[in-house]
């Protein structure tokens, strides 16, 4: 499976989720709303209103995320607010955002391996190819065996048209996980890409 259908296939799983969740929550309410409407009919007048208490709130769930926003400009030396704010960018597919905020993480932590691949995966998504492939490159300094991030290479490399160095980043793929499934999809495109030119 390639790293992109891998991407596709998560972000399904995780709106399948929310949409159940929210499907389920939504009747769960209204079917607390019913049961609460019968028994409050054998409650004493004077007895609190009963229900929906712990019902989710969008108004609180976007008011979390601004704030974790918030946080992250307010605070800009704290890694872990940067991360998230990247992150949750990165959700809605504002790339650039998620970058700009990814970058003030690398500047706090650059020996920070996680930060450094996510950056080479974001800039990868945004169409950024040149600097996705500096950002894959620094990563395999740190772990040279890493297959998902010379999945991300290759596919740079591939994207931005370079044959030599899409051929090596898939020869040391290959090297590493000679079972890769992504290795058949990335030979095909580089011999269309060796063909055009």
């Given at each position: ?43 004493p ?7 929906a ?36 960018y ?15 993480a ?92």
């Amino acid at each position: 499976m390639s790293r992109e259908n891998l991407l596709f296939a998560i972000i399904g799983i995780l709106l399948g989720f929310i949409v159940g969740f929210m499907f389920a929550s939504s009747m769960s309410q209204k079917s607390a709303t019913q049961q609460t409407a019968a028994s409050s009919q054998s409650l004493p007048s004077d007895h609190p209103p009963v229900g929906a208490q712990n019902a989710p709130n969008p108004e609180a769930m976007r008011a979390e995320v601004q704030a974790s926003l918030e946080k992250a400009r307010n605070e800009p030396k704290d890694f872990e607010a940067q991360v998230k704010a990247a992150e949750l960018y990165y959700q809605i597919q504002r790339y650039d955002q998620a970058i700009e905020f990814l970058l003030k993480a690398n500047q706090l932590k650059p020996t920070d391996y996680r930060t450094v691949v996510i950056l080479g995966m974001v800039n990868l998504d945004a169409g950024h190819y040149d600097t996705a492939e500096k950002w894959y490159q620094a990563a395999l300094k740190m772990k040279s065996d890493d297959v998902m991030v010379l999945s991300g290479l290759a596919a740079a490399t591939l994207q931005k048209g370079d044959a030599k160095a899409a051929e090596d980043a898939i020869a040391k793929l290959e090297k590493v996980d000679p079972t890769s499934e992504d290795l058949a999809q990335f030979r095909d495109k580089l011999a269309t890409l060796k063909a055009g030119k």
